[in-house]
C-alpha cells in the first residue's frame, strides 16, 4: 500500500522486503490481500525492530486500513530448495 511505504523504508535493521499483492485462492477470492516479506541479517536485528518507535508507528498506520485482527506475522528460515525450475537450463 503506498500509505505505508514510506513508514517501511524507515524500518530498522531491514535488508530486504517483498510485497506480494493475493490475486487469486483455492475458491476464487484470496483469504488475504497481501503478503509482506521482512529479511533480516540477524534476529537480534528482529528484535530491534519489533520493539522500535517506527514498528509502532507502521502497526498504527496500517491500523487504519488492515483488518488487525486478522493480521498475522511469523518469523521464519529460508531454505532454497532448487533454482531455475522449469527452465531449460535448469535441467
Known sequence: NVHVRP????????SR????????GPGGAPAFDAMA????DSVDA???LVSS???RAL??????F???DAYEA?????????????????V
Open 7 to 14: 513508514l517501511i523504508r524507515m524500518l530498522p535493521g531491514v
Open 17 to 24: 522486503i517483498i510485497v506480494c499483492d493475493a490475486v487469486a
Open 37 to 40: 516479506e521482512f529479511y533480516f
Open 46 to 48: 528482529v528484535r530491534s
Open 53 to 55: 518507535s517506527e514498528a
Open 59 to 64: 502497526e498504527a498506520k496500517m491500523a487504519e
Open 66 to 68: 488492515v483488518d488487525m
Open 74 to 90: 511469523f518469523l521464519t528460515t529460508e531454505l532454497e530448495i532448487e533454482t531455475n525450475v522449469g527452465s531449460q537450463t535448469g
